[in-house]
């Protein structure tokens, strides 16, 4: 029953590529994230979204941009890949509404190689 | 800005030895604290809200806000608690927007 939906699991662009990484929730969620997983330095958050056609910077938004045209699917977009951008791309849906909040439902992540 | 420090990178520990994974944040505010937890080849996937003040799969968390700490702990660990925990903070009024530590890498040696 898979609830978060990442595209691609592996991909391979080449530096100065426009790259899109998709993701697709089923539950109804209001709320989605995208983070980078990189080792030592844990998660950061890139962009965020609580509705359609809303988004909010994260930590490290620099040479990113996001678009969520439907509640179900939110995309990260690298404007121009840098080598630097090589990591895993987690994205996460969550409600707003307590108990729930707070209780991200992850995607598989996507592993991005830029050379 | 808020922030949450794991202090170890790797733990190694025998099975059936104690487990205290150390969690510390910094927020002035009433914090909601999380501790998620990636098993090889899996999802990252929650594992506890202090707000529930549960035990899953063993583990408990107690929030002291007066050490402004969230250490993850289970008494007996077993072979399959190793994997990546992380640590992270939700701020009240923040929008549902976590704050991720570093993560710990607990190993679990027969």
């Known amino acids: 029953d898979v609830k978060v939906t990442q595209s691609s699991r592996y991909l391979v662009k080449r530096t100065g590529e426009k790259v899109f990484l998709e993701c697709v929730q089923d539950?109804?969620?209001?709320?989605m994230f995208w983070y980078r997983q990189d080792p030592g330095l844990g998660l950061r958050l890139i962009y965020f979204?609580?509705?359609?056609?809303?988004?909010e910077k994260g930590d490290i938004p620099e040479g990113y941009s996001v678009s969520r045209e439907k509640k179900e699917r939110f995309s990260l977009i690298l404007e121009s890949a840098s080598t630097n951008q090589t990591s895993m791309y987690l994205c996460?849906?969550?409600?707003?509404?307590?108990?729930?909040?707070?209780?991200?439902?992850f995607g598989s992540g996507t592993r991005l190689t830029v050379v | 800005a808020q922030r949450v420090t794991q202090p170890e990178k790797l733990l190694s520990v025998f099975k059936g030895a104690p487990v205290e994974l150390k969690c510390n944040y910094s927020?002035?505010?009433?914090?909601?604290l999380f501790w998620y937890v990636q098993y090889s080849r899996q999802r990252l996937q929650l594992l506890l809200r202090?707000?529930s003040r549960e035990s899953i799969k063993g583990f408990t968390a107690d929030l002291n806000k007066g050490e402004t700490s969230f250490h993850l702990k289970k008494p007996f660990a077993q072979e399959e608690d190793s994997a990546m925990y992380y640590c992270?903070?939700?701020?009240?009024?923040?929008?549902?927007?976590?704050?991720f530590g570093t993560g710990t890498q607990l190993k679990v040696e027969l």
């Open positions: 996460a849906s969550s409600s707003p509404i307590r108990p729930a909040r707070g209780g991200y439902t």
């Open positions: 539950m109804d969620h209001e709320n």
């Open positions: 979204s609580y509705d359609v056609k809303m988004k």
């Open positions: 927020y002035s505010g009433s914090p909601e």
């Open positions: 202090h707000i």
């Open positions: 992270a903070l939700s701020l009240t009024g923040g929008g549902n927007k976590l704050t």
